[in-house]
Nanobody, 115 residues
Framework: QVQLVESGGGLVQAGGSLRLSCAWS????????MGWYRQAPGKQRELVAT???????NYADSVKGRFTISRDNAKNTLYLQMNSLKPEDTAVYYC?????????WGQGTQVTVSS
């Protein structure tokens, strides 16, 4: 059973915006925090942003002021609003949900920013 499903990726020009969505399964209980990671070709996976159950947010320095993480609990959906995109933001973006015993990962969605 797929627990996390990302959507919203695509091709955008530098300076543009995209909003990623991540729908999580109602079978995941007691989520402590959720987050977005990304992995560019030939690079290690890196943290982009996290959001705790008490709405505390944390961002990578490279995206501060440009990206915003948020959540709609009624829709079981996590978002990542990405503005002022740069070519170096090109990567596969992954959604995560962490409980006290496990971290779930989505399958990823490709974001490509052209210069």
């Amino acid at each position: 059973q797929v627990q996390l499903v990302e959507s919203g990726g695509g091709l955008v020009q530098a300076g543009g915006s995209l909003r990623l969505s991540c729908a999580w399964s109602r079978t995941i209980f007691s989520i402590d925090f959720m987050g977005w990671y990304r992995q560019a070709p030939g690079k290690q996976r890196e943290l982009v942003a996290t959001l705790t159950s008490s709405d505390y947010t944390n961002y990578a320095d490279s995206v501060k002021g440009r990206f915003t993480i948020s959540r709609d609990n009624a829709k079981n959906t996590l978002y990542l609003q990405m503005n002022s995109l740069k070519p170096e933001d090109t990567a596969v973006y992954y959604c995560t949900a962490t409980t006290d015993i496990f971290t779930y990962w989505g399958q990823g969605t490709q974001v490509t920013v052209s210069s």
